[in-house]
């Protein structure tokens, strides 16, 4: 007679055939794969929610600017000074807009404090995201009664006509441009997996590229003067 090998469980009088043995096996692998596919759940959720939070998290900008240009001393003989400027166009042909602050180009670049954008010319946070940056779609915002508007940067000649505009940007496929923004009070906005950007009460810098607006700044950001078709 062929014998039966088995198992006793503690505390139990049931035995395992050895013909049990490979389900028993499956069952409890069955499990553990359950169990590391969930921690590893887990630990992306977390992964992504530390990416999230760090894309968010505004940096250390306090509305001084201080911006040296690539080639920027090739333009000494052309631009003496810079013009801050909000709702600013050459639509005209005339570089047109309202006054925020203003220093002088030397040395292949400029620095100056950015003052508040008065209370009357700041637009409701909707309408920003959506005629400014050009964001469509729904919007999980904490304060939609935040009000903002940005800032243009106009190299000057010694005339006062205006030469080209300055950008904070990178270069390459995926390029990255920087908004100044200045914001009436704190505000968070959210927008499915490419819109993400915590705004405090005064200067704020925005980046945004063809995929996403953040508030994290990628590598590479330079200044650089920009042609404009006049």
Known sequence: MESIN???RAGANEVITKSQRPSLIRGIEAVMAVIMLLAFLFILHGCKEDDDMDNQKPDSFNGTITAKVENGA???????????LFDSSTSTGQL???????????NGGFTFNMPEIPAQFLMNVQTFFAAVLNVSGELEISNPDAR??????WGIDDSNNYVDYFTYTNT??????CLFVYADSDVTVK?????????VQGWNRIYRSSEKVVSKAPGGMKWYLRSVVK
């Open 6 to 8: 088995y198992m006793q």
């Open 74 to 84: 090739s333009y000494d003989n052309q631009i003496s000074a810079v013009w801050a």
């Open 96 to 106: 047109t807009g309202r006054s925020l602050a203003s220093g002088e180009y030397s």
């Open 148 to 153: 903002m508007h940005y800032a243009d940067f």
């Open 172 to 177: 390459g496929s995926k390029r990255t441009t």
């Open 191 to 199: 927008g499915g997996t490419n819109i993400n950007v915590m705004i």
